[in-house]
């Protein structure tokens, strides 16, 4: 070879290699492990500090001391409006007295103090401060929810029966049952927030007017008269058990929603009203908590196949027409070969095929070789932001269509006729997760989740003998399911893990002449062998990230790339300029 082709062919090999398929690099927002980082130099103490503006004095309250015993609450306001420079109004239902010791207190502290000791309440409006009795009145509350109601349902039904036939004389009851494993996972949840809301404000009213029977009521008044002696009980008689006098109310709650524009209409004594605030306080902060939950999922294949050796078959009929598909002459011969259909990798499993066929002796034969190595990898990261306490679903499936066919057959008295029904059927085939969230105030996020993996692993054909004698095949996915469903507890940011399916398969089979397999080399020779080792692995890592700042200068800042830019569809060449718009295209 002269140095001139030898040159060439160097080029052909590197422009050839140039030309090769890039591997794809995992997305920067996949779940992956921290990079180790460089150890540096603690970096120098800050000798400046920055200056604080000058602070800027605040007008100080003004503060009262009081001090009084079994005084009059009409006397003690007055006193208080008078000293505080304040128009009072006092309603003249207002009664009781007030035991106090306050030492420099504001008003709206003073008056607070009073209140629970005396049934009023208190509004300062401008220079008037206005003192009524405490009876029920309305008050209107705005509550920022939306109008749903959800109910979720989740079934995980795991159920193994091995059964046979029943024994003659053997007793019903032992001859099933005994066999069955089963297992149920009935997952309910139900978020009805405006119907829990509302009952929940209405027992609240209810319990805080609920009024106590005193021990003086169970007690009558005594008479003048002697009242007549009660008949003496018998021996061993048993006691007549005592009334217990119920509770009564002082009057129905009363609650008005409107769930639509989110506003609630309650009428309530102003204590009740705080109680009522601190309730939908908490509530509010607790169902508008929100959390990300980003899930990766991690799949790896490995397939080590070896098959070698000669495949012997005994045919009936015409050994040329049946065997490998390349021998289609009908005569005794031999020929090379390399057919197949290929495998879900796309793997030739009838690769180098040798063989022949001997029709006088009704025979065919053939020696394959095949090695192969496969190795397929999954990676996905779906991500869902889920509010608290609410039922989420992911659904990324592909609908995979087919039909079941029914023949029915009609006997009439010369011919007969077979009808067939078609009937179409969808099996989604991907990936579902199915989780509730709930999150807490230390950001620790007690997740139920479910997810699901599916997959086309092969066809079943319709045994039903019409179709097969009408020469009609029905066939019917096979699908592989992985799913879990479980309920863990993780801390916001941390990383949990689901191992669906880690499993080592390993197969290996040897067909040979009988009597010939112990000979040294001919046994070898004669004999077919197929190895097969099969490794799948199947990782679930979730990460919950509790949400403060639902927004892409928040949270959500490290997703801002992933928007499309103004040269989005100018894409890959955003020199070129856009074509103009052409109604007809």
């Known amino acids: 070879m002269t140095r001139g082709n030898a040159a060439a062919l160097a080029a052909a090999v590197v422009l050839v290699t140039a030309c090769g398929q890039k591997p794809i690099k995992p997305a920067a927002t996949h779940i992956r492990g921290d990079e180790p980082r460089a150890e540096g130099t603690i970096p120098p103490p800050v000798q400046l500090t920055p200056v604080l503006p000058q602070p800027k004095p605040a007008a100080r309250p003004e ?4 001090v009084v015993n079994n005084v009059r609450a009409p006397e003690l306001l007055f006193a208080l409006a008078r000293d505080a420079r304040l128009n009072v109004d006092i309603h003249s239902d207002i009664t009781g007295t007030v035991t106090l010791n306050a030492i420099d207190q504001t008003l709206p502290q003073l008056l607070q103090r009073i209140a629970r000791q005396v049934d009023m309440r208190w509004e300062i409006e401008g220079n008037n401060l206005v003192v009524l009795r405490d009876t029920p009145f309305l008050r209107i509350y705005k509550v920022d929810y939306v109008n749903l109601a959800r109910d979720a349902r989740s079934v995980a ?23 069955n494993t089963t297992a149920v996972i009935n997952s309910v949840s139900a978020n009805k927030f405006w119907d829990t809301l509302v009952g929940n404000i209405k027992e609240i009213l209810q319990e805080t007017d609920k009024v106590l029977p005193g021990l003086q009521a169970a007690v009558p ?12 009980p018998q021996a061993g008689a048993p006691a007549t058990p005592q009334p217990v006098p119920a509770a009564t109310f002082r009057e129905a709650a009363s609650v008005i929603a409107n769930p639509e524009s989110g506003v609630l209409n ?6 009740q009203h705080e109680k009522v605030q601190e309730f939908l306080d908490q509530v509010l902060t607790n ?57 879900p990798a796309g793997i030739n499993t009838n690769a180098f095929v040798f063989g022949g066929a001997i029709a006088s002796l009704n025979f065919n034969f053939a020696l394959k070789l095949l090695e192969s190595f496969g190795d397929v990898r999954v ?18 499936v592909d609908n995979l269509v087919y039909f079941t066919v029914q023949a029915q057959t009609t006997q009439n008295q010369t011919s007969s006729l077979t009808t067939f029904t078609t009937t179409l059927n969808s099996v989604p085939v991907g990936f579902i997760l199915s989780l509730v969230p709930q999150i807490s105030d230390s950001e620790s996020v007690l997740l139920n989740m479910r997810p699901t993996i599916s997959r086309k692993i092969g066809d079943v054909a319709d045994p039903n003998p019409s179709l097969k004698a009408a020469g009609v095949t029905s066939l019917i996915p096979v699908i592989q399911t992985r799913e879990m469903e479980s309920v863990l507890r993780v801390q916001s940011g941390q990383v949990a893990v689901l191992g669906g399916l880690m499993q080592d398969a390993s197969s290996r089979v040897e067909d040979t002449i009988p009597g010939v397999r112990e000979i040294p080399l001919l046994g070898q020779l004669l004999e077919q062998r197929r190895d097969l080792n099969q490794k799948t692995e199947l990782v679930i890592f979730l990460r919950p990230v509790v949400i403060r700042d639902p927004s892409l200068d928040g949270d959500y800042a490290a997703y801002r790339t992933l928007l499309p830019s103004g040269d989005f569809f100018t894409k890959p060449n955003p020199n070129r300029p856009p074509r103009p718009y052409n109604p007809f295209d």
């Open 221 to 232: 008044l005594q008479s003048t008269t002697a009242p007549a002696q009660p008949a003496a």
């Open 157 to 179: 039904n795991v159920s193994t029966q091995v059964s046979g036939a029943a024994q003659p004389g053997a007793a019903t009851a032992s001859s099933g049952g005994l066999n």
């Open 63 to 66: 503060t009262y001391s009081v």
């Open 287 to 343: 169902a508008k908590r929100q959390v990300l939950i980003e899930a990766t999922v991690a799949e790896v294949q490995l397939n080590n196949e070896y098959q070698r050796g000669i495949d012997w078959q005994r045919l009936r009929t015409n050994a040329a027409s049946v065997g490998v598909p390349s021998f289609g002459t009908g005569n005794s011969g031999l020929e090379f070969g390399q057919t197949s259909t290929g495998t």
């Open 266 to 271: 309650i009428r309530a004594t102003s204590r």
């Open 379 to 396: 990676l996905s990261s779906p991500k869902i932001s889920v509010v608290n306490n609410q039922t989420a679903v992911l659904k990324v």
